[in-house]
């Protein structure tokens, strides 16, 4: 990335292109590059347990707010915001003592930052009264459905699932999808959603959470040698540390499922 940043100034001297702050009426059409940026360097330190990943998420926050704060009339911005605080409340209980993946179903909720959610639903009520929804602002409603349950079994699904439907309309993209086929298995079940998950199976052959979540399903539904194998394959694809760990754990449980079926048989 310096190499690129380097070859790029080079270029832009070259050609004389000045470096100059753009004028008030092109930053609204820039905006969204921008919240994308700050939204992705928030996931690259969201499941790093160390002191850098958290600087780097912290530092996200950050710049969503002072974008939100120089620009209060972009609702999308303070949806940023609203989602990076939604995010960022549950920061102490996404680890364990050893460093270990907490999933949000198994989460201490108690040690959940109530003031920080509370901050989140402020700027998500800022973003809404401006009258303009984007996708940013329906993953923050989304985060707070998580957020404000009182327990995982609590979770308003039916409210999640209709939030999906309409961020679909704003990004269509299968990451998105898979999502909504995740929240679809709450409601009508495993083989309605893996149904789903296979029609963005192509498109995201090297993502590690489509297969996880194949897994999932998979197991749920008792096939647990297609489980192991789409667990393996998720396994192969991510080098998060804490990720590796969780799959890892989910490969013991499978074999001991699979042993489980061939006592059954024997």
């Known amino acids: ?15 004389g292109n000045p470096f100059t702050i753009p004028a008030a009426g092109d930053l609204a059409p820039r905006l969204d590059d921008v919240l994308t940026v700050i939204y992705l360097s928030y996931n690259a330190g969201y499941l790093e347990p160390s002191a850098p990943g958290r600087e780097l998420s912290d530092d996200a926050i950050w710049l969503a707010e002072l974008v939100a704060r120089a620009m209060p009339d972009q609702a999308e911005a303070w949806g940023l915001l609203a989602l990076l605080t939604f995010l960022s409340s549950r920061t102490q209980s996404r680890f364990d003592e050893r460093g270990r993946l907490v999933l949000l179903e198994n989460q201490d909720r108690a040690s959940w930052d109530e003031v920080a959610i509370s901050r989140a639903d402020g700027y998500l009520a800022t973003a809404a009264a401006l009258g303009h929804p984007g996708r940013f602002q329906l993953q923050a409603a989304i985060a707070g459905c998580h957020a404000n349950a009182t ?13 999906y439907d309409l961020l679909l309309r704003f990004d269509s993209s299968p ?3 898979l999502n909504h086929a995740i929240a679809l298995s709450h409601l009508r079940g ?5 149904a789903e998950v296979d029609q963005v199976a192509d498109r995201l052959s090297s993502y590690h959470l ?3 979540t194949r897994a999932q399903l998979l197991s749920a539904l008792g096939d647990h040698a297609a489980a192991r194998t789409a667990n393996e394959r998720a396994l192969a694809l991510t080098h998060n540390p804490a990720e590796q760990q969780l799959l890892q754990s989910r490969l013991e449980v499978s074999d001991l499922e699979l042993a489980g079926q061939a006592a059954e048989l024997s």
Not at 155 to 162: A, E, G, H, K, V
């Open 1 to 15: 990335m310096a190499q690129r940043l380097v070859s790029a100034k080079r270029k832009s001297t070259t050609a």
């Open 151 to 163: 327990s995982w079994e609590e979770t308003d699904w039916l409210q999640i699932l209709t939030l």
């Open 175 to 177: 990451v998105i999808r």
């Open 190 to 194: 495993p083989e309605a959603a893996l």
């Open 210 to 212: 489509l297969h996880a």
